[in-house]
């Protein structure tokens, strides 16, 4: 074992997430000039495959971000001026994509429920009724909270008003539950890569329909860097307005290889099969879940610290045994813990896991 594996901690957070050694060499192909015809046949290459995961005839734009770049994307170019974006929020990370549409200067309203519950369809309903919208935005697996939110219910809400665009992060779901991306309607799909995908930070997708781009014809100040517009335009040529993340690029081409190999549904299918592990360990060792019944992640999952557990104390215990969760999020923070069971994770690496964590409880009693 070299030095560097001997160091090792593979990571059961929600992102960044465990990335297999063959998709870190991936990245260390030669570098290309980003307005060269091998990098052209790159981004070509990527699209089909992009297209299939996402289940969707529609263009899947890469971006050199996080997925926080992608919302600012989403906010700016498919709300016009006067008019209203709603947020669903129920956790962290919905929350703040509601204040980066306000600080993008949109007029936003916020259908919010408790943390740890989901957006409940009816809500909408009754919001769409009541007022006018641009889009309706929804994070469909909230990180924090380890809530799945019922997007297909909601399409079929704004089925009923076609002038309202929608607008999904699916960032910690993304290639480990199934989006069908064109059949729900969804108008901006977004995604990063440090999460189901697997691959390391510091690249995002966006999955765009022909409506937002129509819309963004209307709107005054899209920016530059995240305008969908001349994101098209540069993308109709297989290229991008900014220096891509090329290495990334690389990498995900491989990825893709290996997830379409796998299988699509075999993939979603390992994601349950984990989750229902891990849903067992937690009412095994005596903990509860954080999520209401029937909306838990099928990729992430958010444990009630019932017993009390020092949380840090576990994961110091768990890195001298090469692995990590996470801590609750923000307010969360040693109220809950948070176990990743996404992306290339495999059952036999959660047994380990478990048995390492089911040895910290009986030694703390």
Known sequence: MSPKQSE?????????????????????????????????????????????TFYTTNPVYIYTSSGTGVWESASRCAVRDDRKILHLTCGAFSER?????????KQVDVLAVEWGQANRPEQLAEALHRSE???????????????????????EILKDYPDT???????????GVKIPTDEWGIDVCLTSTQKAFALPPGMAFGAVSPAVLERAKQVTNRGYYFDVL????HHQKNNTP???????????????????????????????????MTHEWVRRAGFELFSEEGYHSPTVTNVRNTRGIDVSALNSFLKKRGMMISNGYGKLKD?????????????????????????FLAQEG
């Open 8 to 52: 090792h901690v593979r990571l059961f957070i929600p992102g960044p997430v465990e990335v297999r050694e063959e998709i870190l060499e991936a990245q260390a192909e030669w570098m290309i000039g980003h307005r060269s015809s091998a990098f052209a046949e790159l981004y070509a290459r990527l699209q089909p495959k992009l297209q299939q």
């Open 133 to 155: 919208y641009d889009a309706v935005a929804v994070v469909m697996n909230e990180t924090s909270t380890g809530v799945m939110n019922p997007v297909a219910e909601y399409a």
């Open 230 to 233: 001349e994101i098209d335009r």
């Open 97 to 105: 994509w509601a204040e980066v549409s306000q600080l993008n200067g």
């Open 165 to 175: 665009l929608f607008l999904v992060d699916v960032v910690s779901c993304y290639a």
């Open 242 to 276: 900014a220096t891509p993340p090329i290495a990334l690029m690389y990498a995900a081409d491989r990825q893709l290889d290996d997830i379409l190999a796998e299988g699509l549904e075999n993939r979603f299918a390992r994601h349950l099969k984990m989750q229902q």
């Open 335 to 359: 109220k809950a813990f948070r176990i990743a069971h996404m992306g290339d994770i495999q059952p036999e690496h959660l047994e380990e896991l478990f048995a390492a964590m089911d040895e």
